[in-house]
């Protein structure tokens, strides 16, 4: 293996490479406070000038960042935490997120507005020294060698991209630290929260590229590794931080379409993280997986009091989540026991089989080809509002201060539940049994021949998936007032469907904790919000799921086993053999 010395992807003298960033970051951030256009039309009104707004406030935040973290370069007093790993890929990355917001806002405006004549100083600024910061930071010395023997352009400028793992922190107080933490998962939830607010699309995906570039640059810089060694070391006050965090979200918000995705985020996570016991911890592929969602929505629809419902029964709220749960662990076990000796693709076919029986079955129950139950296509509709203890969901309600919704008020139920659900995946994954899913995950056989009972634990995390699934659709059937066989599909453009929840367990991470959740709620969230997306679902999931398994196959958030697993290390597979200094002759060291 060969190690080419440090370079740049440019040849420009350092100093002047960080100089030039540096001034084209700080004229980017100017022209924020200048007028991009002359008129209104335009959505985010970026005609007034000395106040950025819309599109203009991600390029000054992108343009800040990207300031202080070349700034940082210098090793100014107070900056030089900022980068503990890379210094100059952190830069680079950043200053093409700030072109790339700068751009896109020019196009827009362009494309909207019929021609660049529309575009004010303002514009021209900021497009230039977002330029001129890219140009200049990809003259910035790269921050590790480039390794191997060939040298193509694009392996110069991944390894340009690149930055080494940044070192262990010195340790800090206990205050500081949970501190770190609370103020990590508050700047979290802004992020969010304005993510969810952009109400028009163009704003939305300049936010995508803003976010997705300084995510990646603040990895590169070390400082999201030293957050997840801090939320790991203190795993119990970060658990506690989310679940605050994620409490004073309907807070924050004053429209019920931005509460209700909240809770259909909540909703398809939790069904995510079930189905991460089943694929994730297990290793069991399952393609009918929505079919266990469907059977507690449907059982909870059945007993609450609907007036199209056959059996005309009202249960309490917690016995209807009990029957909706009971449900699915029935059907779980009922469908998991003959099938789960089979491995691998045929317990994927099976199972894919079982989501598209249930969802005929429910479609035929209708009194003409079946016994009415279901109601046939038309689903079962009107189903009431929960009320728990003279709580109305369906009703509004103030909370110091704040009037909560119908939304937030699902959002909030569905928030328990979720508690409830990592809570059991938790302690599930770490117990024996989480460890035993995990041997028969790598190695059935293995782990077969060393005592563990394959089937019975296989049908545990089954039944346990399901049971989970079905809890999430007794709140979803309250929530969109209906049930249909058509929302239970394999494949569809909108969500929930299996090939949806398997997508955002491997998009997030499988058999981790919070990447099932992190996966749903970008894969809903991004539909929800480019309305133009839906027709190309399907491509769109592929397309990412293909850039994933090239970029990073342990999926977005993983553990330090995928990592080991999907990624080479400095050290070479076979160590070479060393000579004998009694013999001269070439003895392999042991394990070559």
Request: aromatic content about 10%; glycine content about 12%.
């Amino acid at each position: 293996m060969t190690t080419n010395p440090t370079t740049s992807l440019l040849p420009i003298p350092a100093p002047a490479a960080r100089i030039g960033t540096v001034a084209g970051a700080a004229v980017a951030l100017a022209g924020t406070f200048l007028a991009w256009t002359w008129t209104s039309e335009f959505p985010g009104d970026l005609t007034v000038t000395g106040y950025p707004g819309g599109l203009q406030v991600l390029t000054l935040t992108s343009a800040a960042l990207t300031l202080l973290l070349a700034l940082s370069g210098y090793g100014i007093r107070g900056l030089r935490w900022l980068t503990p790993g890379g210094t100059n890929s952190p830069v680079r990355l950043l200053a093409l997120g700030t072109l790339g917001t700068t751009g896109y806002t020019i196009g827009a405006i362009s494309y909207n507005l019929g021609g660049v004549v529309n575009l004010e100083p303002g514009a021209w600024v900021s497009g230039i020294g977002a330029l001129l910061a890219t140009v200049a930071a990809l003259g910035l010395p790269d921050d590790q060698p480039l390794t191997g023997p060939s040298t193509n352009a694009w392996q110069r400028f991944r390894n340009g991209l690149a930055a080494p793992s940044a070192p262990r922190a010195n340790a800090l107080p206990s205050w500081t630290e949970i501190l770190i933490i609370v103020a990590a998962f508050g700047i979290g939830l802004h992020v969010f929260t304005y993510g969810i607010d952009t109400e028009y699309t163009e704003l939305f995906i300049g936010f995508l590229i803003t976010v997705g570039f300084a995510f990646t640059a603040l990895h590169r810089a070390g400082l999201i590794s030293r957050l997840t060694a801090l939320t790991t070391k203190h795993r119990n006050i970060t658990l506690a931080a989310a679940l605050v965090a994620a409490v004073c979200f309907p807070f924050t918000q004053q429209k019920e379409e931005y509460a209700l995705i909240g809770a259909n985020i909540l909703i398809f996570g939790t069904v995510a993280l079930g189905l991460n016991v089943v694929v994730g911890l297990a290793g069991l592929l399952d393609l009918g997986y929505v079919a266990f969602l469907g059977v507690g929505a449907y059982a909870a629809a059945l007993v609450s009091g609907s007036t199209m419902s056959a059996i005309g029964v009202e249960f309490p709220f917690w016995a209807a989540v009990l029957t909706g749960a009971a449900a699915s662990l029935v059907f779980g076990v009922l469908i998991g026991a003959p099938t789960l000796r089979l491995r691998g693709d045929y317990l994927a076919i099976v199972t894919l089989g079982f989501g598209e029986i249930f969802r005929l079955t429910v479609n035929n129950l209708n009194g003409n080809s079946g016994p009415d139950l279901t109601n046939g296509s038309q689903g079962i509709p009107s189903i009431p509002d929960l009320n728990f203890f003279g709580f109305d969901f369906g009703t509004k309600h103030d909370v110091l201060g704040f009037t909560l919704g119908r939304s937030a008020n699902y959002y909030l139920l569905m928030l328990l539940f979720t508690a409830v659900v990592v809570l059991v995946f938790r302690r599930s994954g770490e117990s024996r049994i989480g460890r035993a899913w995990v041997a028969i995950r790598e190695d059935e056989t293995a782990a077969t021949a060393m005592g563990i009972n394959a089937f019975r634990l296989k049908l545990i995390a089954f039944a346990l998936g399901a049971t989970l699934a079905g809890l999430a659709g007794t709140v979803q059937a309250h929530v969109n007032y209906t049930v249909t066989p058509e929302q239970y599909q394999f494949a569809g453009s909108v969500p929930p469907n299996s090939a949806f929840l398997l997508a955002a367990v491997i998009l997030g991470g499988m058999g981790t904790l919070s990447g099932p959740l992190v996966g749903a709620a970008l894969l809903y969230l991004i539909p929800a919000k480019l309305q133009f997306m839906q027709d190309y679902q399907l491509f769109l999931f592929g397309v990412a799921l293909i850039l994933l398994m090239r970029m990073r196959p342990e999926g977005l958030v993983a553990d330090r086993r995928k990592q080991l697993e999907f990624h080479e290390n400095d050290q070479p597979d076979v160590p070479e053999p060393r000579q004998s200094e009694e013999t001269g002759a070439g003895i392999a060291k042991a394990g070559a």
